[in-house]
């Protein structure tokens, strides 16, 4: 094989990270495609549109509109993705090359710089963090793909990472001086990035005498919230939502196009989050008796009745209070919404 073929050989080489990340991209445009067939679809059943439009949307907009504008405001846009893909796909490029370069295949690049990445006591650990970076960004957005959970911004992130370790490999290996620098840098691109970025400012830490990071505080009311576990309380902080009240007045159309749970958990989680902002944890009290959110709440019968009464008494309430709760509820905006696509 001549020379200009282990040109385009090593160039080829090169280029396959990138090519992974442009299937990534045009698999994920059906994936997006869903997501919009979703919203329409729910928004054509019975009321809703009208009721959603009460609640959250725009007299002039039709179900295509909304779902568009969800789709655009939430960065799910086309070219939002194509930018990140391009992003992370460049840096990932010019990772690639330096090994490529690294490893004696013919680039066609300025011979000093040739020189300089061969000879550079620093090289091996960079393309370990990269390396490390770019299995662990792979498995995370391929993990995403496979819920449909894939955003912009995920993709810009791992692109992101391959820079933080890129820098974090070589002061590793400058601190540590083991033969061994190179495998604890592929292992640093495999642990998070807040974790990383942690473990890189310690020292700096330490050195100015700043207290720890504070931990961040989870609402405790989330725990009152049935079926919300640990990794959708994760999921809804991506998405902005850091407590019970924030999750109970949230666009549900919104947290389907962030999160991609499933539309009935969603429905579900806001409903109950809706009646713990106004009775806070006495909502465990009445799960015995069949009430798990505000719908149910607002379909009790007016009182005088036995139910207003039990309940008053199991809520530490007056009768007239229980009945100003759901008429509160029964005209709020929200509650119907959720209740007309529970029904449709």
């Known amino acids: 094989m001549n020379f200009d073929g282990n040109l385009i050989w090593a160039w080829m080489i090169i280029f396959i990270p990138a090519v992974l990340y442009l299937w990534l991209f045009f698999s994920y445009l059906q994936v997006v495609a869903d997501k919009r067939n979703e919203l329409q679809r729910i928004l054509s059943r019975g009321g809703a549109m009208s009721r959603y439009i009460t609640a959250y949307g725009s007299q002039n907009e039709n179900p295509q509109q909304v779902a568009a504008r969800l789709l655009i405001r939430n960065n799910y846009a086309v070219l939002s993705y194509l930018r990140a893909f391009t992003f992370t796909a460049l840096l990932t490029t010019m990772a690639s090359t330096v090994a490529v370069v690294r490893a004696g295949l013919p680039t066609g690049l300025p011979e000093t710089l040739i020189g300089l990445i061969r000879t550079s006591p620093s090289v091996p650990a960079v393309l370990a963090g990269c390396a490390g970076a770019f299995v662990w960004g792979l498995y995370e957005l391929l993990r995403r793909y496979r819920v449909g959970d894939l955003t912009p911004s995920g993709v810009y992130f791992t692109g992101i990472r391959l820079l933080v370790l890129a820098g974090v490999g070589p002061s590793l290996s400058t601190v540590l001086n083991t033969e061994f620098s190179w495998a604890i ?160």
């Open 185 to 344: 840098a592929f292992g640093l691109g495999v642990i998070p990035l807040n974790t990383v970025a942690d473990i890189a400012g310690e020292p700096a830490r330490r050195a100015l005498k700043l207290a720890p990071a504070a931990a961040a505080n989870i609402d405790p009311l989330f725990s009152n919230v049935q079926g919300l576990t640990t990794d959708m309380i994760d999921r809804l902080y991506e998405a902005g939502i850091q407590n019970v009240q924030q999750l109970a007045f949230t666009d549900p159309l919104r947290l389907l196009v962030r999160t991609n749970l499933d539309w009935k958990v969603i429905l579900d989680l806001i409903d109950q989050s809706f009646l713990i902002v106004f009775i806070g944890n006495k909502i465990e009290k009445l799960r015995p008796i069949g009430i798990r959110g505000a719908v149910e709440f607002s379909s009790l019968p007016e009182n005088p009745h036995p139910i207003i009464t039990e309940i008053a008494a199991i809520l530490e309430y007056k009768p007239e209070e229980v009945e100003l709760l759901i008429n509160a509820l029964i005209g709020d905006p929200t509650t119907s919404f959720i209740g007309e696509l529970w029904s449709s």
